[in-house]
T-cell receptor, first 111, second 111 residues
Framework: KAGVTQTPRYLIKTRGQQVTLSCSPI?????VSWYQQTPGQGLQFLFE???????NKGNFPGRFSGRQFSNSRSEMNVSTLELGDSALYLC??????????FGSGTRLTVV | EDKVVQSPLSLVVHEGDTVTLNCSYE??????LLWYKQEKKAPTFLFML????IEKKSGRLSSILDKKELFSILNITATQTGDSAIYLC???????????FGKGTLLTVNP
């Protein structure tokens, strides 16, 4: 079966712009979570969605937002981009057990 | 709050060497401990450890958990260049729906 699909794979944006990243989970997986990975901080939790409801949000500013659609696909948005937002953004889906499957991520570079 | 600390943060070895990666953790309600390998983008699952003293093995990789001392180790014997990756240790979600990761160990295996 298809894995977790993240689009786009790479993005280059200018400071102050906004960006939207997409994640399509494995079919049947209703939980989608997002993580930001940087060399200095490792993987940091952004948010988790289940059945279109955000159940938890990590310690990130309000510029980071997300949503989940009825087909379980999820998007995250970052507004007013800063240089420090440059990172690999990973999403993971699960049925709710411990079996998390990660996508290949979106590499965001802010210049 | 759950916490995971990995050491070393980076390691360079030669093919054929044996390496030991360390993971210590703090958790309110222990359920399990997870190891992932991240070669390029998507972390892939290696092991789930739930019981102390029981070694999990997969080929040249093995891992063991010590619940009393709150740590786990990941051993890789006869390393190959294909073992070069970031190895991540994580605590699974509790009621907060988030995986808690260590910063990872970047392993480089030189020919």
């Amino acid at each position: 079966k298809a894995g977790v699909t993240q689009t786009p794979r790479y993005l280059i944006k200018t400071r102050g712009q906004q960006v939207t990243l997409s994640c399509s989970p494995i079919s049947g997986h209703r939980s989608v979570s997002w993580y930001q990975q940087t060399p200095g901080q490792g993987l940091q939790f952004l948010f988790e969605y289940f059945s279109e409801t955000q159940r938890n949000k990590g310690n990130f500013p309000g510029r980071f937002s997300g949503r989940q659609f009825s087909n379980s696909r999820s998007e995250m948005n970052v507004s007013t981009l800063e240089l420090g937002d440059s990172a690999l953004y990973l999403c993971a889906s699960t049925t709710g057990s411990l079996g998390y499957t990660f996508g290949s991520g979106t590499r965001l570079t802010v210049v | 709050e759950d916490k995971v600390v990995q050491s070393p943060l980076s390691l360079v070895v030669h093919e054929g060497d044996t390496v030991t990666l360390n993971c210590s953790y703090e958790v309110t309600n222990f359920r399990s401990l997870l190891w992932y390998k991240q070669e390029k983008k998507a972390p892939t699952f290696l092991f789930m450890l739930t019981s102390s003293g029981i070694e999990k093995k997969s080929g040249r990789l093995s891992s063991i958990l010590d619940k009393k001392e709150l740590f786990s180790i990941l051993n890789i014997t006869a390393t190959q260049t294909g073992d070069s990756a970031i190895y991540l240790c994580a605590l699974p979600p509790g009621s907060n729906y988030k995986l808690t990761f260590g910063k990872g160990t970047l392993l480089t295996v030189n020919p």
